[in-house]
């Protein structure tokens, strides 16, 4: 059993250890280039990061003590990769819990005499041993590039980041495989996981300017457990206790959920809506949506895409709601200040509301891009794409349909969201104008279909692949937009970034520039796609 | 006759000897060609080679003329596909499958729908996840009928489905067939490709065997005999007897193998007493597993009937 289930562990171990070796050293020896050499151009690359920091304080801990290269490496390194690990434990947990049984394994086992307790233990164990293995070789890595920039880490502290973030690791897994048993596929689950855990990571990163967010961060964020440990900073601290409640955690949640497993059946959630008995019938369905092009794809996947729309209308509403408290934050404090010199002149409450909500819709957007992409590709190894291909339809069709679908999708979640983040800054006396609004929302199509453009691409070449390797792109894409300046890259290399091809429209208006980039990547995308998908072999 | 299914050449070579390799065959419109082969024999990437799903690596398919590459739009106006395996159609219930498999065909009958599910008792109205292996494939009957396609392919149909809904649907393909509809069907079940075949192409590692019809490939059975004598045995006239193979004697008792015509046996059984004689016909499946079985480099039309021994 624990043979079997490690071989379906195994591809992601070693993404994730690879992915985590290459980010754990471009970042740790990135540090002498960015910060210089001497104590002095450390100490002032140290004060202008600290107050830099401060606009990451949503995804990355508060920095400090960045004029070490210990301290830079336990804000900028470990400071994101829980998100990073958590996304791998994310991914893992669903695919182990409802992709296993999706694909019938968890019937034949449980056939074989496997009990449930023994199949989520098994299966628990064997993330264990990939998260420690990845966590270990990614700390080693840091190691390295730290010796890089000259600096050797202290072991002991080494040590016990690497046991923090395997603990919050550990944790997200066994969150999601709790979450799982509340869906009913792996698509499901990953969805309903993505959004808790993405609350979860969200909280914990407002609650580190909105003071009033710490006893919920407290109370529901793993990830506040997490940052209770800096023990790389200067002066910084290992929480034994909070480590250690984040692994007791996951371990009661691994029995909740062997728990929950042991009174479903299999195939069905924990939680089943009444079932509403309906008549026989041999009749095809009446509804004309589906004998619509485009619009039986939008049908098909309109619960994932109201889920979408609902989740980022509550949370921009929510945003919007608090944005005079944030903003008044940002004002009277100087380490905030430097927002107020990014987001340019104008009314600052409009301004840095829009700047935070934007700056995180977009990160959803290209997860939302990037969940499409995986429908896609999982239309291609479940059967669909032959099936609709054994119909008098095109390649060509198949790919403009589903940029269709998906445009149409974009258009429903993004104007939902934006109306409820209108009607939340009005509700906080933020007037927004809701023709720079309707900009600022129209221009985040062009940025979401690149990272479909790009899927389309992927899909057609490789569509077992498509997902991981978008996701990396999507996440490369992320870090330049954060060691581009850092490292003080052109304007050219910073364009590279899809995040930053977006510009801040609310404010400054169109990035012309940048807008034509991205329509080119779009067009250009669903191009290549559609001449890789005639190209191509369909099929299971 | 016109033909409807013609391959050229047609090859897919996916490495290590694995594909499917110059593929010749005709199917006339309104026959039944029965695609026999055990599995990994290149039986599916034969269907998917028609269908355009995948590309051939040398020659060429066509249905009614139409290249099943180049112009695989126009060929599926003419054809219905059932696959052995359903896609994962999750939370949309069949009625809403078929409607959306019927919108991207057009041109479908609600009434030939309800009409093929009474005949199975399926019910469209439930969820498809919430199906049974054999309402899936029922399912998929369904979609490839629905629509009275002039050319069926069916990759093993009948998987999942139990002994009277087999019938009912060799019943459908009688019928397709009398309303002119060419079928390609794909199986590893003899009994089903007896059913219903006209002609039967037999591939095996990827290479076209032999096609027969049916009634000739009746004739490579052999027969497995057993005679009691109430006397001497002519064991060795037995020997001679053309046709005849693997004779083992045991005491007044004879076991023999006959291929072909019983004349030259029953010649060397004159003047012998015989007091019972018992003539057993291997079925179609035993003949199949004998052609399998056998070791001998079996290739195109030419190839006679097998040699070796059940």
Redesign the interface.
Known sequence: MFRLTWRLQRNGLIGMSAFGIFYGILQASAYNSAAGTTAAARRAFGQQMETFGQQFSLLLPLPHGIDTVAGFIQWRVYGALPLLFGFWALMSAAGATRGDE?RGFLEVWFAAGVSQSRYVGTRFLVFATSAAIAVALTSGAIDLGALGSGATLPLSALIEVSLDLFAVTLTVYALTTVVAQLA??RGGAAGLAGFVVGVMFFVNGLSRSIGSLKPVAQAISPFYYYDRSMPLSPGGRFDAAATIALAVVALLLTALATWLITIRDL?TAVITLPHRE??????????PL????VM?LVY?QR?GTVAWALGSAVFAAYLASAGRELVDLVQSSTGFRAYLTIVGHGNPYVALTGYFWFGIFQALLAVFAITQVARWSSDDN???L?????????RTRVVVERAMALLLRLGAVIAVSSAAFYLGAAAANIVVDPGHLTLASVLLIPFALSFAAIGAILAGRAPRAAVAVLTSLAFVSFLITQLGPLLRWPDWALKLSVFSLYGMPLMGGVDWTGLWIMSAITVGGFVVGVLLMQ?????? | MTTAIETSGLSKDYGRGRGLFDLNLQVEEGEVLGYLGPNGAGKTTTIRLLMGLIHPTAGSARIFGLDCQRQAVAVKRHVGYVPGELPQFGGLRASEVVAYVAGLRGGVDEKVVAQICQRFNLDLAQRFREYSRGNKQKLAIVLGFMHRPRVLILDEPTGGLDPLNQQEFYDMCRESKAQGATIFLSSHILSEVEHISDRVGIIRGGRLARTARLEDLHEIRYRQVEIEFAGDVPLEAIRAATGVDHVEADNHRVRCVVRGSFESLMNALAGARVVNLTSHEPSLEEVFLTFYRGDTDLTAEETGPPTREA
């Open positions: 999706e009913t596929s195939g309906r008549p026989a019938t041999n009749r095809p369905s009446a509804n589906l004998r619509m092009p039986a098909e619960l479940e059967g669909r032959e099936m609709v291909l054994s119909a008098p339809v095109s190209r191509r072999d369909v099929g299971r």
